[in-house]
Nanobody, 126 residues
């Protein structure tokens, strides 16, 4: 059974940085992808970054490219999301999730992710 625990959220001013951590216990072939999602009030949950853990291949949504970096530390069984140059529109609850890959690629549909963490709040003020 895979379990995920996020940490690292907080409040920062625009232009600042935060690093989110997602500690993972357990691994199955149905959890090869780890993704960071976010959900702002009144908006749908969206994937911001994914990592295919066997190869560390990553992908990002356009709005965070060049600012966010997803990475993993296999020894610590942790996936990170380094967020730089934060903007007020990045304000949301951030969730990590583990799920299926398709042809060794990670997709972004929430229905593909069967295990979710509890979420951590990120607030960016202008």
């Amino acid at each position: 059974r895979v379990e995920l625990v996020e940490s690292g959220g907080g409040s920062v001013q625009a232009g600042g940085s935060l690093r989110l951590s997602c500690g993972r216990s357990g691994y199955t072939v149905t959890s090869a992808c780890v993704a960071w999602f976010r959900q702002a009030p009144g908006k749908e949950r969206e994937a911001v970054a994914t990592i295919y853990t066997p190869t560390s291949n990553t992908s990002y949504t356009d709005s965070v490219k060049g600012r966010f970096t997803i990475s993993q530390d296999n020894a610590e069984k942790t996936v990170y999301l380094q967020m730089n140059s934060l903007k007020p529109e990045d304000t949301a609850m951030y969730y990590c999730a583990a799920g299926l890959s398709l042809d060794r690629r990670c997709l972004t549909g929430t229905h593909l992710y069967g295990t979710w963490g509890q979420g951590t709040q990120v607030t960016v003020s202008s």
